[in-house]
């Protein structure tokens, strides 16, 4: 099902979002400073890509990455992030003002996790998270 989900969100607009954060992502990282934020752009892009079977936890096991990643997301939202964050709100709400919309609104939903605190997540599979 998932597999169907996911070729209608790229045929109705999921594509757009994809190339979208991709330009943006080949742009910060053209400069040196704006690499880490390229590299995020880049995770936001994979995973508007084929967002169904796939959600954002934070990564495990970070004994000292705690402070870089608050201060890279601090960054992060004051210079970017916010927008990125109403734009998913903005088209999740829409999104979920018709039946059919219901799904891929959760899915802006979803991106807006990612969107304001992209340091420090990671994208997993739903599919290897459930018991066998």
Request: charged letters at 10%.
């Amino acid at each position: 099902m998932s597999l169907l989900l996911n070729i209608l969100w790229l045929l109705f607009g999921g594509i757009f979002v994809f190339l979208g954060y991709i330009a943006g992502g080949i742009a910060l990282c053209l400069t040196l400073i704006g690499i880490p934020w390229g590299v995020q752009l880049f995770k936001l892009a994979i995973f508007s890509l084929f967002p169904f079977g796939q959600d954002t936890r934070m990564r495990d096991n970070q004994p000292l990455a705690g402070v870089p990643n608050v201060l890279l997301n601090v960054i992060w939202l004051v210079f970017g992030g916010f927008w990125v964050v109403l734009n998913h709100l903005f088209w999740g709400l829409f999104l979920c003002l018709t039946i059919i919309g219901i799904p891929f609104g959760i899915q802006h939903f979803k991106m807006v996790k990612l969107g304001v605190w992209p340091f420090g997540r990671v994208i997993v599979d739903l599919k290897s998270l459930q018991p066998a």
